[in-house]
């Protein structure tokens, strides 16, 4: 039995109190959903400034109204602090997953994403800490390791951060450094590398690259690549990031001063074989993508050309293990938007 299935079978004998921060969000209601179906108690905070109340209301369809009846939702932000300590009341865990993502919005915005990123997150480690609470996890960012040019990327070597959402990332981890050793409060952090899957917003100007293209393919739009192509990613299927999820907050306290993970799957695809598989699949369900072709775009500023992560740490300290690799998680999350466009489509009348 895996690290893992020993630990989806000792939440389903001891249930715990859970809390979701970012719930409504594409990894945060997949983190809701996985919990109240393993019998958990959830509270689930939200804003909705970039999450979805659709996204809870397909946790509440797929769980069941038994499971949902164990699920507390409160919409407010964590930029209230006083919000946050009522929150964590009660609390076992801390799922940290609210923030404002993308690198493009945050050099649009320093202000703000610094201000829900930064100012947010204290405010989420000093709420939990005055809760007492067992074990608080968060997400990081492939993001933090900016210009260092080496692969596979390992966590204690980072370089220079090249844009405002990497700097709030790794203020994020300074700030848990030392919540531990000041407060001795139990935090682990998450550095998740391309994280793509059901509910992943395929709308808006700072969509991920995987929903963006799938809802371009599936309008008959051209999909834009930044640069030649040969850019590549450690892309991450959003199972893989549950699993790192649950680990983290359940493994028994490793000796590191402060606890950082690489979640990925520890190989590289290039946006050029990504574009292949997604338009290739999708072309099974919708024969009319078959012949698309990408359109090319200038450099996007600040973005890493390659990224490539060493998950050794995870896997030796966590037991975590991968199940899903990219063209597996892209056959099931195609599934899934083909299904979703379906359902969205308007009744004939």
């Known amino acids: 039995m895996s690290a893992y299935e020993r630990c989806l079978d000792e939440l389903r004998r001891r249930p715990a109190a859970w809390l979701v921060t970012g719930a409504a969000g594409f990894i945060g209601s997949n983190l809701t959903e996985l919990l109240l179906s393993l019998g958990q108690e959830v509270v689930a905070i939200d804003d909705f400034s970039t999450g979805r109340r659709e996204n809870l209301e397909d946790v509440a369809e797929r769980v069941g109204p038994e499971a949902a009846a164990r699920l507390r ?197 290039t946006l050029n074989e990504l574009f292949r598989l997604i338009r290739d699949g999708l072309a099974a369900i919708r024969p009319e993508v078959a012949e698309a072709g990408p359109r090319y775009l200038d450099f996007r500023a600040a973005d890493i050309r390659h990224s490539l992560a060493d998950i050794g740490r995870a896997a030796r300290e966590l037991g975590y293990q991968p199940r899903w690799r990219v063209a597996e998680g892209l056959a099931e999350t195609l599934r899934w938007y083909a299904d979703d466009a379906l359902r969205r489509r308007p009744a004939a009348v």
């Open 73 to 269: 939702f409160v919409e407010d932000d964590i930029r209230d602090l006083d919000a946050c300590r009522a929150a964590c009341r009660g609390v076992d865990y801390v799922l940290h997953q609210a923030a404002l993502g993308s690198v493009p919005r945050s050099l649009k915005d320093p202000l703000r994403t610094h201000d829900v990123n930064v100012n947010g997150f204290v405010n989420m480690l000093a709420a939990a800490r005055d809760a007492g609470v067992r074990r608080f996890v968060y997400a990081s960012s492939s993001s933090v390791y900016g210009d260092h040019p080496a692969l596979p990327k390992r966590e204690e070597v980072t370089g220079e951060p090249l844009s405002p959402y990497a700097v709030t990332k790794a203020t994020d981890e300074a700030y848990a450094g030392v919540f531990r050793r000041a407060y001795g409060m139990d935090c682990v952090g998450l550095r998740y590398f391309n994280v793509f899957g059901r509910r992943q917003d395929p709308e808006g100007a700072y969509a991920a690259v995987i929903p963006r293209w799938v809802g371009r393919l599936l309008a008959g739009e051209p999909c834009e690549l930044f640069g030649d192509g040969e850019t590549s990613r450690d892309f991450c299927y959003v199972d893989n990031v549950l699993q790192a999820n649950l680990l983290a907050a359940t493994t028994p306290e490793t000796a590191r001063e402060h606890a950082v993970y690489n979640v990925a799957c520890g190989e590289r695809t």
